[in-house]
């Protein structure tokens, strides 16, 4: 008999499967492959495609017509960078390679950056916390720049930097301070060209009278640089005493000296009056000349990029008028030279300085002249030492 199987299958067709149901109804989505196109029949003569399946290369392209293979092939354009390098493979060169921004600094349709000369307090370049500022002209009335206009606020935030330096610069070695002062002389002579410029502008003086002040200037710098670990041999002593002691006298700093910078000599007559007051350890308050004091601001400049600490020389420019009297008051001030101010002005000055026993020291110098010790021994004192002999 046969199975319940072989019954039902013999009653009824097979089932499709869903695959062959999906290939027998059209639009279902079967993935039924078409039939293949015939490439067109192709005119006699012209060869045949290649059968690889990879297509035909394109056709090459058409050959330059007469007129652009007459013009002359682009140059081959420069970076910056590399024009750079050109140009440093060819010092003696011009620098018409050279992009615009890399060009000359007097090239045609550049700005030139305008310098700003500002105060130089606490080794910081501020403006004037009055916001002032006054117009320096040249011999010729011409303008050079806008300076700030220091205030009586502005002579007292000095001071205290001046004071807060002089504890680290008075107790360095006499050898260290030597080699600090000869680092700015070596930055001086970097910038000779630049302080020529300023002197030519701001004194009228021709290039090589500027050149041979500045070389003055280095020079007198280099002369007070070799004094700090000499000038105790000079001005101290041991000396005989009757009875069992040693007794030494010792030369030290005097600590905040007012420095009025000469007027006429902006930049050879400053290095003088500064160089002397730091050389033995004492912190500087410099009024700049008012009327010249772009050699001054440089000058700041030099100090600040070498190793001079912050608050050793503090320079003002501005009205000497304004700032003298604040300086000759001041009770924390020690010293004040006098040397940039008129003689008619110097006994008033002489008069507040007295409130708090102030040293004053004034001369008219030839700061051509070679120098001698008087500036430097102006500003020290004498401390007398006694010690009993041991048994």
Do not use: C
């Not at 149901?21 to 059209?26: E, G, L, N």
């Not at 440093?88 to 890399?102: H, K, T, V």
């Not at 807060?164 to 000869?182: C, D, E, I, K």
């Not at 300086?327 to 030279?337: P, Q, R, T």
Request: hydrophobic fraction near 45%; avoid cysteine.
């Amino acid at each position: 008999m046969p199975d319940g199987g072989a019954k039902r299958s013999a009653g009824k067709p097979a089932a499709k499967s869903s695959a062959a149901k999906r290939a027998a109804q059209p639009g279902t989505g079967a993935l039924t492959r078409k039939p293949a196109r015939k490439p067109a029949a192709k005119p006699a003569g012209e060869p045949a495609a290649p059968a690889t399946g990879v297509s035909a290369a394109r056709p090459a392209t058409k050959e330059p017509t007469a007129a652009r293979a007459a013009a002359p092939p682009k140059p081959a354009r420069k970076s910056a960078l590399a024009a750079v390098r050109a140009a440093a493979a060819d010092p003696g060169g011009s620098d018409a390679g050279l992009p615009a921004a890399l060009g000359s600094p007097g090239g045609a349709g550049r700005l030139s950056v305008r310098k700003t000369y500002k105060l130089f307090i606490g080794g910081k370049f501020p403006r004037s916390e009055s916001g002032r500022s006054y117009p320096v002209t040249g011999p010729g009335g011409a303008l050079l720049a806008q300076a700030a206009q220091a205030s009586r606020k502005d002579a007292r935030d000095a001071v205290v930097a001046a004071r807060g330096a002089f504890g680290a610069w008075s107790g360095a070695t006499a050898y260290n301070r030597g080699q600090v002062l000869y680092r700015v002389a070596e930055l001086l002579e970097g910038r000779r060209e630049q302080f020529a410029a300023e002197i030519v502008r701001n004194e009228g003086l021709d290039l090589s009278a500027a050149d041979d002040q500045v070389a003055r200037a280095i020079d007198r710098w280099v002369w007070y640089a070799g004094w700090p670990d000499k000038v105790a041999q000079v001005a101290g002593a041991a000396n005989p005493v009757a009875g069992p002691y040693f007794n030494f006298s010792v030369p030290e700093p005097t600590g905040v000296v007012a420095v009025m910078a000469p007027a006429g000599s902006s930049l050879l007559g400053l290095v003088s009056v500064v160089a002397a007051v730091i050389a033995t350890g004492n912190t500087a308050v410099v009024v700049a000349s008012e009327d010249r004091p772009l050699p001054a601001v440089t000058l700041t400049e030099v100090l600040a990029t070498s190793d001079v600490p912050p608050g050793v020389v503090n320079v003002l420019t501005g009205r000497t008028a304004e700032l003298a009297p604040v300086l000759a008051a001041h009770m924390d001030v020690n010293a004040i030279d006098l040397s940039g101010v008129a003689l008619s002005g110097r006994a008033e000055l002489e008069r507040l300085a007295a409130g708090n026993v102030k040293r004053v020291f004034a001369a008219d110098e030839d700061w051509a002249a070679p120098p001698g010790l008087r500036r430097l021994l102006a500003f020290l004192e004498t401390k007398t030492v006694w010690h009993p002999v041991g048994s």
